[in-house]
């Protein structure tokens, strides 16, 4: 049975494609009205106009606190304070540590954690201001409890994620539930474009799904699904982190 989501406001981050785009569908069927947040303009209007109840596109660079904060007053100003949030928006750029300049580090640590922590922080604090019940999800990875090479910034950067997660739903209980889902290899733009750079996509592809033992990537509606129940108001659950990885960590 589908959860009702009407009268809720939603944030959803990375919201332009991939799981930000199924989370934001999936949250809009359910009743909610949904801000959109991402870099790209063109892609957030397109997704806008796929979503079944009102929405609210706003570029914004999650990296970027002031950003982030004058989203979050266009979201007030016209819904009220938001009451559902999830944290999707993330960037992976692999690298052997021979490669890892300053530079890619500091983009990845700035979109996937101080992004995360910009968006919690100011949703948090409002829904507590004005007492408002509500629900942060975030958006972890396989790679928040597992090492890979190549991937020295990401792992670092998604494994802070969920020490966030958890030290924000200890200091924002009872009012609000923060939780965090944490995928494995999910069928999304971003993989793709992992699996291109490596050479040979479809060798890419091959190798990442036999390491899954269910045998197949994720979709990103999977992982919608997941979200949306966590945000249930029957869920009982805060701090808790939900792997979606198909068996990758538990093998």
């Not at 954690?113 to 100011?122: H, I, N, Q």
């Not at 958006?139 to 997660?165: N, P, Q, R």
Request: net charge negative; with cysteine.
């Amino acid at each position: 049975m589908t959860t009702s989501l009407a009268h809720r406001v939603a944030v959803v981050t990375g919201a332009s494609s991939g799981i930000g785009a199924a989370t934001a569908l999936a949250l809009s069927a359910a009743g909610a009205r949904v801000a959109l947040l991402a870099r790209g303009s063109a892609a957030l209007a397109g997704v806008a106009s796929t979503l079944p109840g009102e929405s609210l596109p706003v570029p914004t660079d999650v990296a970027d606190d002031a950003q982030v904060a004058a989203a979050m007053d266009r979201v007030v100003a016209r819904w009220g304070v938001p009451d559902l949030v999830v944290t999707s928006a993330g960037v992976s750029h692999p690298a052997p540590l021979s490669g890892l300049t300053p530079e890619l580090w500091r983009e990845t640590v700035d979109v996937n954690l101080s992004g995360t922590f910009y968006v919690a922080r100011e949703a948090g604090l409002r829904m507590r201001a004005v007492g408002v019940t509500g629900d942060i999800v975030t958006v972890g990875s396989e790679l928040s409890v597992i090492g890979m090479a190549s991937y020295v910034a990401y792992c670092a950067a998604k494994a802070g994620v969920l020490g966030l997660t958890r030290a924000l739903a200890a200091e924002l209980a009872p009012l609000v539930r923060v939780n965090a889902v944490c995928p494995g290899p999910v069928d999304t733009p971003m993989l793709a474009a992992e699996f291109a750079a490596e050479g040979d996509a479809s060798t890419a592809r091959a190798e990442t799904v036999a390491r899954v033992p269910l045998g197949r990537l994720a979709t990103a509606d999977e992982v919608a699904a997941a979200v949306c129940y966590l945000v249930a108001p029957t869920t009982y659950a805060t701090g808790t982190v939900l792997n979606l990885d198909g068996g990758t960590t538990c093998v």
